[in-house]
């Protein structure tokens, strides 16, 4: 009896086998793969919406500097259209009489408008395009441009004034024009020096990116662009808007 319950005693205090040792530590192994995948995964998930989510912001604040610029663009001195002149930066190209928007060498397009100013004409408007073409001192135009520079940072310009930053992770910035008796956008760079007066509408295309890497591994990425499609494989994330929109000054540009 004695030798039986010491039998019994060494049997329950027998130490675990190597195999079961091993398949415990599978086991564990691939309870531990698949918390961490799933961990970085989710990670990955939230982090793909944070970030495309910050993208939509930019596109939208980006494209509102852009479209406020344009609306002005073309404003007049009351009923008086901007005359043609010169301006004295050597930066800012030619504009005709009545013209609002033009490019310069560096592809860049500058915004020509007035200060706004409450004018009071009395009589008719006959009377104040009279009064327009007596006039020898009008205000001074405004040559404004919202360009990409280094570090994707989309920054503007007034003539005479240092430029200012205004967000930064844009890829690139496009603009395509509409001229009168035409259906389809062309290039800015494509355009005469007549067709400038004749544009009726612009169409604004957007690029932004992430300011970090956001993937695990590059990935492939083509939009369409005015010209030629853009490429890219690597890490960041992009998104890509585009607007169309008419200018409001051109019934009183001459």
Do not use: H
């Amino acid at each position: 009896m004695k030798n039986f319950l010491i039998s019994s005693t060494a049997k329950r205090q027998r130490g675990v086998g190597l195999v079961e040792l091993m398949i415990a530590i599978a086991i564990g192994l691939v309870l531990v793969t698949l918390v961490t995948s799933y961990y970085l995964s989710s990670r990955q998930s939230y982090q793909t919406t944070v970030v495309s989510s910050e993208l939509t912001d930019a596109q939208r604040y980006a494209m509102q500097q852009i479209k406020q610029r344009l609306w002005r663009a073309g404003y007049p001195t009351g009923w008086c259209a901007l005359a043609p002149d010169v301006p004295n930066d050597p930066e800012v190209p030619e504009f005709q009489s009545g013209q609002a928007l033009a490019m310069d060498s560096e592809g860049d397009l500058w915004i020509r408008y007035a200060e706004a100013v409450l004018d009071s004409y009395k009589g008719s408007i006959d009377a104040a395009r009279n009064q327009c073409e007596e006039e020898t001192s009008a205000r001074e135009a405004i040559y404004e441009k919202i360009y990409v520079g280094d570090n994707k940072v989309l920054r503007r310009q007034q003539s005479g004034k240092n430029s200012v930053p205004l967000l930064n992770g844009v890829e690139a910035v496009a603009f395509s024009l509409l001229i009168d008796g035409q259906e389809s956008f062309v290039a800015a760079g494509t355009l005469t020096a007549d067709d400038w007066r004749d544009v009726r509408a612009v169409r604004i295309d957007i690029l932004v990116s992430s300011e970090s890497r956001i993937y695990d591994a590059a990935v492939k990425q083509s939009y369409q662009w005015p010209g030629e499609a853009k490429n890219f494989e690597d890490r960041y994330m992009r998104a890509k808007v585009s607007e169309v929109l008419t200018l409001r000054n051109r019934n009183v540009n001459g």
